[in-house]
Nanobody
């Protein structure tokens, strides 16, 4: 079992930065891939980024070059550094854990956090 708790969301102006954290319970967390997804009102959940157990990463096209995902297995935490934020980045951000290799579809993740709101003002 893995439990996930996101933090770090908030209100920021366009062009600003935020760092989201995803803290996990469970001694085997380091063997899980972790993904970040986001969902804006009226829109489908969108893949943002993922990191594998070995540290490999992949990103959604809309965030490449602006967001960076990383993990600290000693702290059971995955981070999402978000730079050059845009109003269209506004959404609830969720982290998820799964045992497949960095999937981009939400259905392949078995564990989810409760989400954290990110709002980018223009």
């Amino acid at each position: 079992q893995v439990q996930l708790v996101e933090s770090g969301g908030g209100l920021v102006q366009a062009g600003g930065s935020l760092r989201l954290s995803c803290a996990a319970s469970g001694r085997t967390f380091r063997f899980y891939a972790v993904g970040w997804f986001r969902q804006a009102p009226g829109k489908v959940r969108e893949f943002v980024a993922a990191i594998g157990w070995s540290g490999g990463t992949r990103y959604g096209d809309s965030v490449k070059g602006r967001f960076t995902i990383s993990r600290d297995n000693a702290k059971n935490t995955v981070y999402l550094q978000m730079n050059s934020l845009k109003p269209e980045d506004t959404a609830v951000y969720y982290c998820a854990a799964g045992q497949r290799d960095m999937p981009v579809t939400a259905v392949e993740y078995g564990y989810w956090g409760q989400g954290t709101q990110v709002t980018v003002s223009s």
